[in-house]
């Protein structure tokens, strides 16, 4: 294990061995190849004067919400499409609250994902002048106590969701032009924004979210196109009552035609009581037929929304015939009491119903495993990303020194924050969100896009945080070689992929600590193994690679402050101990010293006398974090 170096004569001077200084200091010794670049521009547009054939890291969000979407604007939120791009890039925004947000670090990349359901129903609901603006569901959707939310989020739950006639009109054109429209008004603020110039700052992504709810169970994805090229309209839950038929739909009107390309990004599984990656292959009748859909998800659906400001879907605890890892405790939206179940059952939404083990992602990569072995394909090679949700229309606004909120007036003051939220939407178990990261060769949305969908990414719970995992055949010595991303590539293969090897592989992890603002260092690397024993059980296991995990254990809470320890980067090269006969898979935890929570933060700036319950009862500390994306190991 060693500290990320600063210098050549700082790295001998750390302890490298004789070899590895004398190694780096010659000039002459051969070096490993650098990769290929791999950028082909999919549109018109000038290259990028900067590319690295050992990647960038690059910080965006793929999950935000403005006025447009039906939620957001039902709670007060003032912004479009538009404004969002140019909070991402640096701009100020107006909040509902009248507070003006401003990212002191602009964002890479972005994709506004409004919600593609009932994107006309808003629209009409909104425009003086249009058929159905004044009916009176649309009235009662515009009175801020009138719980328009909720209304319009019961399409989503129906098993077979059909338009209001009253507000879409009998053959519902009125609401499916609307949606044209503002689908249009989408596409437009993107290629507004996005950077197309040689400095390459900032890649505007198109994409909307689908927003299947049906049983109150979380189904959502959001979908998300390479370039402006894109379908008519969103495919939603009214045109395709289940994620299969998205697929199905995507593929025929996207994939399979020239110029058009996409991928759908599932997020939340932790609110979906076992249904986002239950195995089902709806029509299927036969073991070929669930290969095919088997095969068409994998195709669209590379890497999974691991964190975001509804909380951590990495792993939980409590689970039968599962050890306990005390880093699955963080951010839970649901208490560890909360019923468990074999099968998948409803209302997760609304934090009802039964938890069950694929809610959680470390568990559907083992399920994956045992799909692969069963049919040849594993429908859940997913790498990761964070985002953050906002329907503020604030992507990327993840400080947690002054939260503003998520959700415009339903949470726009430190109590609404710290209360126990409302019908469609939770308060004090929330967090300001995550960030997605990506390693790519240049910023461009070519480039960004293809990242995501080798499934080169990794997901951080708010701080800009790196890291990356690699596995191959490594030296022990290779953290303290000049070289060592050329050797990570020329010798082995990057997170995303899939390694066959005829030896236990060595994997390579390094992580960087956020480098600006008030920056809080690393305490620890982990690496988590997932595999299938030769009796079929899964099996996962945790390991501290890097750094010391009780770092910062002197951290007082109680006054936010006094955590010693810790360093800016750490790497490690790491030997399984107990490397498996079968398959397997290992990704990387980074792990922040302690800090305040949000909350407590919150709490603090109200008097005795104004803090709410909540206040006595929501954990102070908080350990922040990255995750990079698994390999597997065959």
Not at 426 to 432: A, F, K, Y
Not at 450 to 479: H, K, N, V, W
Not at 496 to 518: H, I, K, S
Request: glycine share 10%; proline share 8%; aromatic share 8%.
């Amino acid at each position: 294990m060693h500290r990320a170096p600063q210098s050549l004569i700082g790295r001998c001077l750390l302890g490298w061995s004789l070899a590895a200084c004398l190694v780096a200091c010659d000039d002459d010794a051969p070096r490993p190849p650098l990769p290929e670049i791999e950028v082909v521009y999919t549109e018109q547009r000038t290259p990028c004067a900067e590319r690295n054939p050992l990647r960038n890291a690059y910080f965006g969000d793929l999950h935000v919400h403005t006025g447009y979407s039906f939620d957001a604007r039902a709670y007060g939120n003032p912004l479009t499409t538009l404004d969002a791009y140019r909070f991402a890039r640096g701009e100020p925004a107006m909040l509902v609250s009248g507070r003006t947000a401003q990212l002191e670090r602009p964002l890479d990349f972005v994709s506004i994902t409004e919600h593609g359901d009932l994107l006309g129903e808003v629209a009409v609901c909104t425009t003086p002048g249009s058929p159905a603006h004044d009916s009176e569901r649309c009235v009662a959707y515009r009175d801020p106590d009138g719980g328009g939310a909720f209304d319009f989020g019961t399409f989503m739950a129906a098993r077979e969701p059909e338009r209001d006639p009253t507000i879409c009109g009998p053959d519902a054109a009125w609401c499916l032009d609307a949606a044209g429209q503002r689908w249009a008004e989408m596409i437009a603020a993107a290629e507004e924004t996005d950077d197309k110039s040689a400095a390459c700052r900032f890649s505007a992504l198109v994409g909307y979210e689908y927003t299947n709810t049906r049983g109150i169970s979380n189904l959502h994805r959001n979908v998300i196109f390479r370039t402006a090229d894109v379908i008519a309209r969103p495919i939603g839950h009214f045109e395709a009552p289940r994620p299969v038929d998205l697929w199905r739909g995507l593929a025929s009107e996207c994939l399979d035609r020239a110029g058009c390309d996409v991928l759908a990004l599932p997020h939340n599984s932790n609110l979906s009581n076992g249904h986002l990656f239950t195995p089902t292959y709806p029509d299927a009748e036969d073991e070929a037929a669930e290969r095919e859909i088997a095969a068409l998800r994998a195709r669209l659906e590379p890497v999974v929304e691991i964190f975001q400001h509804k909380g951590d879907s990495e792993c939980r605890n409590g689970f039968p015939d599962v050890p306990d890892d005390p880093r699955c405790a963080f951010e839970k939206l649901r208490p560890p009491t909360d019923p468990i179940c074999d099968r998948p059952g409803a209302g997760g939404m609304r934090l009802l119903g039964c938890v069950h083990r694929l809610d959680f992602v470390r568990n559907v990569w083992l399920e994956g495993l045992a799909e692969q072995s069963r049919l040849g394909i594993d429908p859940y090679r997913l790498g990761v990303i964070g985002s953050t949700d906002t329907h503020n229309g604030t992507p990327g606004h993840v400080v947690a020194d002054d939260f503003p909120g998520h959700v415009g007036i339903a949470d726009d003051t430190d109590a609404e924050r710290l209360g126990e939220g409302n019908a469609t939407h939770d308060g004090d178990v929330n967090n300001p969100g995550g960030l997605a990261g990506v390693w790519a060769f240049e910023n461009s949305r070519d480039a960004i896009f293809e990242a995501i969908r080798r499934r080169e990414t990794f997901a951080t719970s708010g701080p800009r945080m790196r890291i990356r995992l690699f596995a191959g055949a490594y030296p022990d010595a290779m953290c303290a070689d000049p070289d060592r991303l050329r050797v990570a590539y020329a010798d082995g293969v990057p997170m995303g992929q899939t390694a066959r090897l005829d030896a236990a592989p060595a994997l390579f992890v390094e992580a960087q600590a956020d480098d600006g603002g008030a920056r809080t260092p690393l305490a620890a690397v982990e690496i988590i193994k997932g595999w299938i024993d030769a009796d079929g059980n899964h099996r996962q296991r945790v390991y501290t690679v890097a750094g010391e995990a009780d770092a910062g254990a002197d951290f007082d809470g109680a006054t936010c402050g006094g955590a010693s320890g810790g360093v800016e980067a750490l790497c490690a090269v790491w030997r399984d101990p107990d490397p498996s006969d079968g398959p397997a898979f290992y990704y990387a935890r980074a792990i922040e010293l302690p800090t305040c929570r949000w909350s407590a933060r919150a709490c603090d700036r109200l008097t005795p006398d104004e803090r709410p319950p909540s206040c006595e009862t929501l954990p102070r500390v908080v350990r922040q974090r990255a995750w990079s994306s698994p390999v597997w190991v065959e």
